[in-house]
């Protein structure tokens, strides 16, 4: 698993890619304590799961296009709390001559479904 480099927000959650190629992306979570919106129990923060996807999404984006890019606009489905890690799955839909479309979808370490999105992306 790699990190991602010159992201320091990335960094500072812990957010890891763990494959990016062929328009695909899947990304990885561990939660800890700081990261979750609740002390007595790993919920993860709706502010955290957003950003799995939108990162998982631009790294789709990016296995087939040049960096950097930036989300233009984001349809986020919060469909369940995640419980523990999350493990996330993004894939180019459509890829333009300057925008993308990627969908994402983050699962928690049960295996529910906590977010299911479609990210627009800019290339710059």
């Known amino acids: 698993m790699t990190r991602s480099e010159g992201l320091p927000f990335i960094d500072l959650l812990g957010i890891e890619l763990t494959k990016m190629s062929d328009g695909r992306a899947q990304g990885y979570l561990e939660m800890r304590e700081d990261l979750s919106w609740n002390t ?4 993860a923060h709706s502010g955290v799961t957003f950003t799995l996807a ?4 631009a790294a789709a984006v ?3 296009n040049d960096p950097p890019v930036f989300t233009v606009d984001m349809d986020v ?3 369940n709390v ?4 999350l493990y996330s799955e993004a ?3 459509r890829d333009g001559d300057d925008i993308s479309i990627v969908q994402i979808d983050i699962v928690d370490e049960n295996q529910s479904n906590v977010i299911n999105a479609t990210a627009v992306l800019k290339l710059t």
């Open 77 to 79: 489905k919060f469909l």
């Open 91 to 93: 894939e180019v839909v």
């Open 62 to 64: 990016v296995s087939v």
């Open 82 to 85: 995640g419980y523990g890690d």
């Open 54 to 57: 939108e990162v998982t999404g």
């Open 40 to 43: 007595d129990e790993l919920m």
